[in-house]
């Protein structure tokens, strides 16, 4: 009796939703994996612990000329000579901003994994809203993690780096579509709910 009392609760579980398909970086435009890939690889020096600090520096810098020497391939020759240094230097200091003054770091995936993180999706999103000039978007992406203070930062640093990524014709798509007024607070009006000063 007991046994088939289990059979029927089980039968009458609620079916499972069914989940769209994990994004993967084979899916994702080329101009998208160069954001990742970078991300990825800057991300990577704050994993493992170096055997010493000048061991953790030498690391750091040799991620800095790596990242640095594949945006300049990446973004020459239309953005000059030092357009990928300047890219890279502008992705660095947003990732810190997010490292440093976020209630949690990005969750970047490491460079093997095919799949598409969900804090990835959210800075590929916020990059496409800085290169098309939404302010409204980018601030409530950047509310999610970060204070105000910090928000202007990341914002500043994001859209240079997005800027360069344009200047070479790399064009981010929007893929991450949020809803009106969202993460405004309640009774505030739709163009008051980006602070002015960011841009």
């Given amino acids: 009796m007991a046994d088939g009392a289990i059979h029927q609760d089980v039968g009458k579980r609620a079916p499972r939703r069914a989940t769209g398909p994990e994004m993967t970086i084979p899916r994702l435009t080329f101009a998208e994996q160069l954001v990742l890939w970078s991300a990825r690889r800057m991300a990577s020096t704050g ?3 170096a055997e010493t600090e000048s061991d953790g520096s030498a690391c750091r810098e040799d991620v800095r000329t790596r990242v640095t020497g594949e945006l300049d391939v990446a973004l020459c020759p239309s953005g000059g000579p030092t ?3 300047e890219a890279a ?4 200091r947003t990732l810190d901003t997010f490292e440093s003054a976020g209630v949690r770091s990005l969750r970047l995936n490491p460079m093997c994994c095919r799949f598409v993180s969900n804090d990835e999706r959210l800075l590929l999103s916020f990059l496409a809203g800085c290169q098309v000039g939404d302010c409204r978007h980018t601030a409530t992406l ?3 993690f ?6 202007r930062t990341a914002a500043t640093d994001g859209a240079v780096f997005a800027k360069a ?4 014709g790399y064009c981010l798509p929007q893929r991450l579509h949020l809803a009106v007024n969202a ?3 309640r009774g505030t009006a739709p163009d008051r709910a ?6």
């Fill in 183 to 185: 993460g405004a607070p």
């Fill in 165 to 168: 990524l344009q200047d070479a």
């Fill in 142 to 144: 950047l509310s999610w």
């Fill in 83 to 85: 357009a990928g240094l």
């Fill in 47 to 49: 994993r493992g612990a």
């Fill in 146 to 151: 970060l204070p105000p203070a910090a928000m």
């Fill in 194 to 199: 980006v602070p002015p000063t960011l841009h």
């Fill in 89 to 92: 230097q502008a992705l660095e």
